[in-house]
């Protein structure tokens, strides 16, 4: 008995009926039969008992079944890895970004990915402070995100490239009573409904301490992690928002005034963030470290 007599007799095991097993493997049921009646030969026993019109298993089919699954299962897997050896193995990286970090840094990365096609980037977007938790707790391998820092086990290295930091913008309706100011202070929001990203955001948490800070917290009515749909909400639900000055030029609402917030924390550095005790790819994760450097 070869493997692949012991192949055709476990196909024709689990579809109890060689028509069944002759159009799986491509062979003609003649040849199924013959190879079946070599395995019985072979071993002075019959293998299948023909019963209500199904081939079913004596004892002796049912322990070569048994024993013969893992044979073949192992065989295959052999083909497969020998038949692999020599092509390169392909490596994972997970990248943690926000939509703003994502929008700059495109090229970069669309740079790296052509380059490293053998290492796989997987994108995960969510705010810095997010990114932050998922870095400690190795879900991204690195992040592209903005100060402050709020893990101790990590490390966030400043981007030296120009898009190394971002300024808060107030968010306003044309209408607004605040639409004609140069700049604002936080201050200035006071008596004003707030729509704002959420804590996960470094603008977000920003929002959320000086809103405690300046006893206004009730202002804010609504939070949310996609700053379009905040946009969106401004006229609706006549309020104001913060976010990145970077973002105007994206917006997709018309009618609507960028201020720049004059205040503290209004001036967000960004930078790469990765853990003290780099995961086992540190080679795919340094790669990436330079591709957006440079």
């Known amino acids: 008995m070869d493997i ?91 990248v943690g970004v926000t939509f703003l970090t994502m929008l700059q840094y495109m090229d970069q990365i669309s740079r790296f990915i052509r380059k490293n096609p053998n290492i796989d980037l997987r994108i995960i977007q969510e705010g810095s402070m997010k990114l932050q938790e998922l870095l400690v707790q190795e879900k991204i391998d690195i992040g592209i995100l903005s100060f402050p820092q709020i893990e101790h086990d990590i490390i966030i290295d400043p981007v030296a490239v120009n898009h190394s930091s971002y300024s808060a913008c107030l968010v306003v309706p044309k209408e607004h009573p605040l639409a004609n100011r140069e700049k604002v202070t936080f201050k200035d929001l006071q008596g004003f409904n707030i729509a704002s990203l959420s804590d996960h955001f470094a603008l977000g948490e920003f929002t959320k301490k000086r809103c405690r800070e300046f006893g206004f917290s009730n202002q804010v009515i609504l939070t949310h992690d996609d700053f379009e749909i905040l946009l969106h909400s401004l006229d609706k639900l006549d309020a104001i928002t913060i976010l990145p000055r970077e973002l105007e030029d994206l917006s997709p609402v018309e009618d609507l005034v960028w201020i720049p917030i004059h205040d503290v924390n209004s001036l967000y550095k960004q930078g790469l963030a990765y853990r003290k005790n780099m995961s086992t790819n540190t080679d795919v994760i340094s790669k990436f470290i330079e591709a957006i450097r440079h």
């Not at 040849?31 to 019963?51: D, G, H, M, R, W």
């Open 4 to 94: 692949r007599q012991l192949s055709y007799f476990l196909t024709i095991a689990k579809t109890q009926n060689y028509s069944h097993a002759s159009k799986i493997l491509f062979v003609s049921q003649p040849a199924l039969k013959q190879s079946v009646s070599k395995i019985e030969e072979e071993f002075n026993t019959p293998l299948f008992v023909y019963k209500n019109h199904r081939l079913n298993l004596t004892d002796t089919g049912r322990l070569l079944v048994e024993r013969g699954e893992p044979i073949v299962k192992a065989f295959n897997e052999l083909i497969f890895d020998l038949q692999n050896a020599n092509e390169p193995k392909r490596q994972e990286i997970r």
